[in-house]
Every structure is written in structure tokens, then in C-alpha cells.
């Protein structure tokens, strides 16, 4: 394996309780070939010191102040300072697992470029994770471990966004960090998806990935469940909508009637499948409400799922299964 330098990019903002034990296990890695880029997002407390303090005695740790505000800016800021063959990110708030760099180095090596490097996570919080967080991490790492994690793409973030590495040229490529949408990162898995990069399968924690309740994904405007259809719906009509064939969206919740909005205002005509009594035969903007059983009268159709109880996605993959429509073709889960 070669001795390639890693930029390692890292914004930071108001992380004082966490970032050393951040720094410390990237001054830890067992490949020591790196750069570590911290950008400073106009943090109001001592985080900048404790920076300082390691640069100080580390020269692979680099400083300096965000150009801009926000993450999107302090990325880009970041970017321009790095030079090295291979980028990856990392929050200031995580621990890298000491082998996180070498393995991923290695994975690049071995299969070359236009392949994209990921590694499982694992979740922790001084109280405990939650069940939700816990079937994340659990739904995450199933991808991960057979490289598919663009076979749920539309689901949920399906790269973590402190836990990727690839090759400059490829980064620079797919656009990098030139992106001005919110959610930051599952916008830049959906370009790696756009950009065919082939995610190396992984059987190693390569992260640990802190959860509190102040953390920026759980309290910032842009990370709002609406921002994420948004940005669902945009590339699925970029990559995988076909419009010579009938969509089907399922579900007339909260999600599905969200759904329905962003498509109606996108011009984009669709059925819409309910298996609620109440609703079925009614009319929500302007567009009947069917049985399940009417996707049999549709010619080849296309499927969206925002059904999101677990017993009920079951039942409806089990139903595509008998119609033998295949997933990331016929059907998408949205949730």
C-alpha cells in the first residue's frame, strides 16, 4: 500500500466538550499520512483552543476560520486548503476507529477509482442510543457489509457523511462540495449515486458516531424530514423516473400527502394507492384515492412507497415479489 497523502476535512462550531477526544483518535490512526483540515464556523466557545493546542504540536493539523457561515461554506473552505490524493470528511463531534484510514487507503488501492470507500458505524450517547438511532445503525451497517447501499438510496442518507473516502479526481468529478442544497450530505451520496461509484463492501467499525440532543442534525432547519423529500423527489425524477411509464405513489399519511404536493407541483401525474377504508374513493388535491388492487390495471408501473410501519412494508415488498418487480426499477421506498 502506498503512502498517499488524506485530506481530512472538518468543520467545527461550538463542539468544546468533544472535539479533543475527535482530534486525538485522528492523531491515533494507524496510517499517519494525513492532513487534518479543521475550519472554525464562527464557534463561540473554546473549541478554537483546543485546536490550536494539538496543531501545535502536530503539524498535520491544520487551522483556520470559515470564509463564509454555515457547514456548506466551511466544506468548500476546507476543500481548498487540502491537497491530497484522497478526501474524506469528518465531524468534530465523532471518533474515528484507529484502523479508519488504513483500511479505507487500502480499499482505494485495491479497487481503484470510481469506487467509493465506507465503513460501519456504531452509535453512542452518554444516555444511551434510542431505538430509532439503533435500527439506523443496524439498517446502515446491512448495507455497508454487501456494498449496497444505493439499493435504499431513497430511504434514508444511505452514506455516512463522516465515514466516506475517495479519490480526488472522483470527488472534484461529481461536483465535490460545490452544492448550495440542504441536507448536505445525503445530497452528495445522491451525486455518488449519480456518478455510478461503486461502494466497497465493509465488515469493520470504522466510526463512532455521537449522538446528543444539541447535535446540528437534530435542531437545524435544513435538516427538516421536508428538505429530505425535496431532495428525494429532485433526483428521483433526474435518475430513475420513467415517464413512459404509469407511477404509483402508496400511502396518503403525512408523508404521502407531502409526496403527492411536491409531484403535483412538479407536473409529474401519478395514481395514488391507499389501503385506509376511509379513503379510498375520496379525493385529496384533486386526485382519487385507490385499492392496491388497482396497480394491476397499471401497464408496467412505477412505485412509491411512504408507507412507513415495518409490518406494512413487508406485506408490500411480498407484493411486488408475486408481480415480479424488482427494486431501484419498479419500486422505491421513500421511508
Known amino acids: 500500500m502506498s503512502q498517499a497523502l488524506v485530506s481530512i476535512v472538518i468543520p467545527f462550531k461550538n463542539t468544546e466538550l468533544f472535539i479533543a477526544e475527535c482530534l486525538t483518535s485522528i492523531t491515533n490512526q494507524t496510517y499517519t499520512n494525513w492532513e487534518a483540515i479543521f475550519i472554525n464556523d464562527h464557534s463561540e466557545d473554546k473549541a478554537h483552543k483546543t485546536v ?8 498535520r493539523i491544520k487551522l ?15 476543500y481548498k486548503y487540502s491537497s491530497g490524493r484522497y478526501i474524506t470528511r469528518m465531524d468534530s463531534d465523532d471518533i474515528m476507529a484507529p484502523i479508519r484510514l488504513e483500511k479505507m487507503v487500502e480499499n482505494l488501492e485495491m479497487y481503484g477509482k470510481k469506487h467509493l470507500t465506507v465503513g460501519q458505524v456504531k ?10 438511532f439503533a435500527r439506523y445503525e443496524q439498517w446502515l451497517n446491512s448495507l455497508t457489509v454487501d456494498g449496497k447501499n444505493y439499493s435504499e ?3 434514508e442518507c444511505v ?3 463522516p465515514c466516506w473516502m475517495l479519490h480526488r479526481e472522483d470527488f472534484e468529478a461529481c461536483g465535490g462540495f460545490n452544492s448550495e442544497v440542504y441536507p ?9 449515486y449519480k456518478a455510478n461509484y461503486t461502494c466497497i463492501p465493509c465488515n469493520d467499525i470504522l466510526l463512532y458516531w455521537r449522538d446528543y440532543s444539541t447535535r446540528t442534525s437534530r435542531t437545524h432547519k435544513h435538516y427538516a424530514e421536508n428538505s429530505f423529500l425535496d431532495l428525494k423527489v429532485h433526483y428521483f425524477i433526474e435518475l430513475d423516473y420513467d415517464a413512459s411509464r404509469p407511477l404509483a405513489i402508496w400511502g396518503a399519511g403525512h408523508k404521502g400527502k407531502t409526496l403527492a404536493k411536491i409531484l ?16 379510498i374513493g375520496k379525493h385529496i388535491y384533486d386526485q382519487e384515492l385507490y385499492n392496491f388492487d388497482y396497480l394491476s390495471q397499471l401497464k408496467q408501473p412505477q412505485s412509491i412507497v411512504t408507507v412507513a ?16 418487480m424488482q427494486a431501484m426499477i419498479d419500486y422505491f421506498f421513500f421511508c
Open 153 to 155: 438510496i431513497y430511504k
Open 64 to 78: 483556520y476560520k470559515n470564509n463564509g457561515n454555515g457547514i456548506i461554506e466551511a466544506l468548500k473552505t476546507a
Open 184 to 192: 448536505e450530505d445525503y445530497e452528495l451520496a445522491f451525486r455518488f
Open 159 to 161: 452514506i455516512p457523511s
Open 264 to 279: 403535483i407541483q412538479n407536473n409529474i401525474p401519478f395514481y395514488w394507492i391507499c389501503d385506509n377504508p376511509k379513503k
Open 52 to 59: 490550536e493546542k494539538f496543531a501545535s504540536t502536530d503539524t
Open 123 to 132: 452509535y453512542f450517547r452518554a444516555d444511551g442510543v434510542s431505538d430509532g
Open 309 to 324: 410501519n415495518s409490518g406494512a412494508q413487508a406485506e408490500i415488498k411480498n407484493y411486488f415479489k408475486t408481480q415480479n
